[in-house]
């Protein structure tokens, strides 16, 4: 096939995703779905071979993500179904204290991110930041930023979050990597930008808060424990079976049944079964929910789920169409004989696509798509696949601004102009990009 034409096909492509996107406002499923085809097309592949990779592409991606979205969204409706986060929020600023409030909202942003989408983090935690502002005298900013930086970090990077999870899928790595790697490269980004970068672009000024939720509110120290609980048990047991399959894979440990059984329960499948059906007990039927109503919840919370599963499934469509062209062993040629890096390739992709059509999983999912086709002709770890899904992460969250569903959602709860906006959240967001970039760019070098 000629290279010209693979070019053509590739970047007509993303031409055809953003126009329908942002000019047509067609939906991110329906206009990945026919970015893919154009590719294939273009590519020259035959409309049987077309129809072959939607659904190779499809099926391939959706065998393994949909369950973990699915399961996601329930455990995230019950944590706010139940008050968790507020708890959770609360609990930390006690034990931090006033001086360590920004700490504290930070992690809170950064653990409800896990298992609750970006925009439900915002709606349930956002009275807590209006408290304290109104509490402390200090400019709103002073609390949401550190929120916002911690919701957004664990948004883009750590697996279970249907976003990172997502990628990692498509590019092939081991969610145990790529929590493990994720936490790495995370955490120091949410403590750098969300408690020092933010202060850069925080004004000295108060603003007015009219009304605020009070933080002194009582809440059950059980609830809490609770909250740990569940969180941190399909996390772990997906680590630990992510190590055991490493080491008897390398041969350091022998197979046997014990390692079997801890792989098996270490699967995300069978680990986020465990934790969804502890939330449905501890955080639903214990806490005098009814079945009515626990049924009701799991099935709304499914709705936003359906979209992410569907935009997800069209990404893997990309990457097959990417695959079966031949276009991912022409960019695999060129990064071998060439100067820019994988890692480079998947942050620089990822950052176009989001500055141009807003949002980050649709900016997430091309990018992954494009560079999971390049990854089967290299010699990569799975630590470099990790790196290169991380700089993909890096890129989705650059330059939120007014064609970003979250700019608005932030805009409306800080009650600030367009201009304060842009000045606040579109310049810590894109820190937060740069200075995780610089993060995974350094490792991908040395590592």
Same mark, same amino acid.
């Given at each position: 096939?000629?290279?010209?034409?693979?070019?053509?096909?590739?970047?007509?492509?993303?031409?055809?995703?953003?126009?329908?996107?942002?000019?047509?406002?067609?939906?991110?499923?329906?206009?990945?779905?026919?970015?893919?085809?154009?590719?294939?097309?273009?590519?020259?592949?035959?409309?049987?071979?077309?129809?072959?990779?939607?659904?190779?592409?499809?099926?391939?991606?959706?065998?393994?993500?949909?369950?973990?979205?699915?399961?996601?969204?329930?455990?995230?409706?019950?944590?706010?179904?139940?008050?968790?986060?507020?708890?959770?929020?609360?609990?930390?600023?006690?034990?931090?204290?006033?001086?360590?409030?920004?700490?504290?909202?930070?992690?809170?942003?950064?653990?409800?991110?896990?298992?609750? $989408?970006?925009?439900?983090?915002?709606?349930?935690?956002?009275?807590?930041?209006?408290?304290?502002?109104?509490?402390?005298?200090?400019?709103?900013?002073?609390?949401?930023?550190?929120?916002?930086?911690?919701?957004?970090?664990?948004?883009?990077?750590?697996?279970?979050?249907?976003?990172?999870?997502?990628?990692?899928?498509?590019?092939?790595?081991?969610?145990?990597?790529?929590?493990?790697?994720?936490?790495?490269?995370?955490?120091?980004?949410?403590? $750098?930008?969300?408690?020092?970068?933010?202060?850069?672009?925080?004004?000295?000024?108060?603003?007015?808060?009219?009304?605020?939720?009070?933080?002194?509110?009582?809440?059950?120290?059980?609830?809490?424990?609770?909250? $740990?609980?569940?969180?941190?048990?399909?996390?772990?047991?997906?680590?630990?079976?992510?190590?055991?399959?490493?080491?008897?894979?390398?041969?350091?440990?022998?197979?046997?049944?014990?390692?079997?059984?801890?792989?098996?329960?270490?699967?995300?499948?069978?680990?986020?079964?465990?934790?969804?059906?502890?939330?449905?007990?501890?955080?639903?039927?214990?806490?005098?929910?009814?079945?009515?109503?626990?049924?009701?919840?799991?099935?709304?919370?499914?709705?936003?789920?359906?979209?992410?599963?569907?935009?997800?499934?069209?990404?893997?469509?990309?990457?097959?169409?990417?695959?079966?062209?031949?276009?991912?062993?022409?960019?695999?040629?060129?990064?071998?004989?060439?100067?820019?890096?994988?890692?480079?390739?998947?942050?620089?992709?990822?950052?176009?696509?989001?500055?141009?059509?807003?949002?980050?999983?649709?900016?997430?999912?091309?990018?992954?798509?494009?560079?999971?086709?390049?990854?089967?002709?290299?010699?990569?770890?799975?630590?470099?696949?990790?790196?290169?899904?991380?700089?993909?992460?890096?890129?989705?969250?650059?330059?939120?601004?007014?064609?970003?569903?979250?700019?608005?959602?932030?805009?409306?709860?800080?009650?600030?102009?367009?201009?304060?906006?842009?000045?606040?959240?579109?310049?810590?967001?894109?820190?937060?990009?740069?200075?995780?970039?610089?993060?995974? $760019?350094?490792?991908?070098?040395?590592?």
């Amino acid at each position: 096939m000629n290279e010209l034409q693979l070019i053509f096909a590739i970047l007509s492509g993303i031409a055809l995703l953003l126009t329908l996107i942002i000019k047509f406002k067609l939906n991110a499923f329906l206009s990945l779905l026919l970015a893919s085809i154009w590719v294939g097309l273009v590519g020259g592949l035959s409309g049987e071979v077309v129809i072959e990779s939607i659904t190779t592409g499809m099926g391939s991606t959706l065998a393994f993500i949909a369950t973990i979205v699915g399961l996601g969204a329930i455990f995230g409706a019950l944590l706010e179904h139940s008050g968790g986060a507020q708890a959770l929020a609360k609990f930390l600023l006690k034990k931090g204290g006033e001086a360590k409030s920004r700490l504290a909202l930070m992690l809170t942003g950064f653990l409800v991110s896990i298992p609750v $989408f970006f925009d439900v983090g915002i709606i349930i935690l956002f009275p807590i930041v209006k408290s304290l502002a109104k509490k402390s005298g200090k400019n709103v900013l002073h609390y949401a930023l550190p929120l916002l930086t911690g919701l957004a970090v664990t948004h883009s990077f750590i697996p279970p979050t249907p976003g990172p999870a997502a990628v990692a899928n498509i590019l092939g790595v081991d969610l145990g990597y790529a929590i493990v790697v994720g936490l790495f490269i995370g955490l120091p980004t949410a403590i $750098f930008c969300g408690l020092f970068l933010s202060k850069l672009v925080t004004p000295q000024e108060v603003n007015t808060i009219e009304t605020a939720e009070s933080t002194d509110i009582e809440f059950d120290p059980k609830l809490v424990k609770t909250i $740990f609980t569940v969180l941190g048990l399909p996390i772990a047991l997906i680590l630990v079976g992510s190590l055991l399959n490493t080491l008897a894979g390398e041969g350091i440990i022998e197979n046997g049944i014990l390692i079997e059984v801890f792989a098996f329960i270490g699967h995300p499948f069978v680990s986020l079964t465990i934790g969804t059906l502890m939330a449905l007990y501890y955080l639903g039927t214990k806490r005098g929910a009814t079945k009515e109503e626990l049924f009701d919840l799991a099935n709304r919370s499914l709705g936003p789920a359906g979209s992410i599963i569907l935009i997800t499934g069209a990404g893997g469509v990309l990457k097959q169409m990417m695959i079966n062209t031949g276009i991912g062993d022409m960019i695999g040629n060129a990064m071998e004989s060439g100067t820019v890096s994988l890692v480079l390739l998947a942050y620089l992709v990822s950052v176009l696509v989001r500055i141009m059509q807003g949002s980050a999983t649709v900016a997430m999912l091309t990018a992954a798509g494009i560079v999971a086709a390049v990854i089967p002709g290299m010699d990569l770890t799975m630590l470099d696949k990790t790196l290169i899904m991380m700089a993909v992460a890096a890129g989705s969250v650059v330059l939120s601004h007014v064609n970003d569903s979250g700019f608005w959602l932030v805009n409306r709860y800080l009650d600030h102009s367009v201009q304060q906006t842009l000045r606040s959240w579109t310049i810590q967001s894109s820190m937060i990009s740069l200075f995780s970039f610089v993060l995974i $760019f350094i490792a991908y070098q040395i590592l």
